[in-house]
């Protein structure tokens, strides 16, 4: 018996379920997989070009993401991002900062987790060579970096021609020469030409403009460079000492003799309002680090020594502000590092200037005066600090007064 083979409905509708689902999933297919719309125009960014080549220019605002990136001196930099200068190549590189991120090249260092303040200021005035440290002078030539900064020389261009001859920003130029100064071979690279040099030493003597809070002052930024440019840099200080009695007859602009405005730029002239007295402590202390430095070289020495610079270095111990406290505690370094203390390689001999075999009296008798304004000059700062053994002055006075009573016991009878 034959049976006809009926279909069920379900069996009948399956092949019209199925177009119907697959036309269903056509209507949801995801927009990326459709023609793209056009892109919304981007938001307009301001670029800074130094030439015609489009491809040289860069956003004025750095925009970071996770990979370092090369910043450029005028670019305006957000807060918080993590950054490194490198001071071989003086480049700046900057990323998005991320806490947590590990560092491999400093695993199986040790490391001390017990929290370390660092104090800026004071670390500042720590004696710039150690106690029993050999002298010494550096031969050859110092090796430049693999690849020099080409930001470096256009920076020192800048400062040559001084804040009104370019429109970068001159207080950026400041700024990276500050940072790359400490650099022994970019040290010498700035000390290497006395126009340099000078420039910076006129910027040191400028009247100072008012600035914003927390901004350094142009001419303490100066001061800056050449203290770390000629620190511990003996061939630098040597350029600077071959061209310094001629720099020194020469004049910032057109009517400001640069010696006596050097050598008197120490202490402030006339009366502080209260406001004034951090700034002017914070100018005096770079002007003398600066000298720190400075009189490591036999040339200057002798210049500053015979043109009356320590007569006026010596007013900065007048101030009794506590605010002057660092700039005297820096004073104390330099007569020790530079004409009391042997060991860290001062030149003996050449200063205190009082010496009874002068054969002029009346020079015999002005020295003399001179070393006994510093001396009563020390003892008021001891006397202030309540003759802690431990403080600068104790030290520096002792230095001092033992050579003084060493040439009065010398004095003919007419001069006692």
Known sequence: MSRSLSKSPGTAFGPVLLILALFALALFVPQSHASPEEPSPAAEVELICHTENPADCYPKVFSPTHEFQVVHDDQVVPNGLHIRLDVTTGIKTAKINDPDEQHPELEGLPVDKAIVTVEGEEAEDEPLFLKGAPVYEMFGKVKPPQQESGEFYSNLEFVRKGPGGTDLPFDEVL??????????????????????????????????????????????????????????????????????????????????????????????????????????????????????????????????????????????????????????????????????????????????????????????????????????????????????????????????????????????????
Request: proline share 5%; hydrophobic share 45%.
């Open 175 to 416: 700024e990276f020469l500050e940072d790359i100064a400490h650099d022994i071979y970019y040290g010498g690279k700035i000390a290497e030409t006395p126009a340099t040099i000078k420039a910076l030493l006129c910027l040191m003597v400028e009247p100072q403009a008012t600035v914003a809070e927390g901004v350094k002052p142009r001419g303490q930024q100066a001061a800056s460079i050449v203290a770390a440019a000629l620190r511990n840099n003996p061939s630098a200080a040597e350029n600077v000492g071959t061209a310094w009695a001629a720099m020194m007859d020469s004049k910032c602009g057109e009517n400001l003799p640069l010696r006596q405005a050097l050598y008197g730029s120490f202490s402030p002239q006339g009366a502080l309002t209260e406001s004034d007295v951090p700034v002017a402590a914070a100018r005096a202390k770079a002007h003398v680090a600066a000298f720190a430095s400075l009189l490591r070289n036999a040339d200057v020495r002798r210049d500053f020594l015979a043109h009356g610079g320590m007569s006026r270095l010596v007013e900065t111990l007048m101030p009794t502000v506590p605010a002057w406290d660092a700039v005297q505690r820096k004073v104390g370094n330099l007569l020790l590092d530079n004409f009391l203390d042997e060991e860290l390689g001062a030149a003996t001999g050449e200063w205190p200037a009082f010496r009874a075999s002068e054969a002029d009296k009346d020079k015999r008798a002005a020295a003399r005066t001179a070393d006994e304004v510093w001396l009563t000059a020390l003892r008021d700062v001891r006397d202030r600090n309540g003759s802690k053994k431990s403080h600068w002055s104790v030290d520096v006075l002792r230095r001092l007064e033992a050579l003084h009573q060493k040439q009065l016991k010398a004095l003919p009878k007419e001069d006692l």
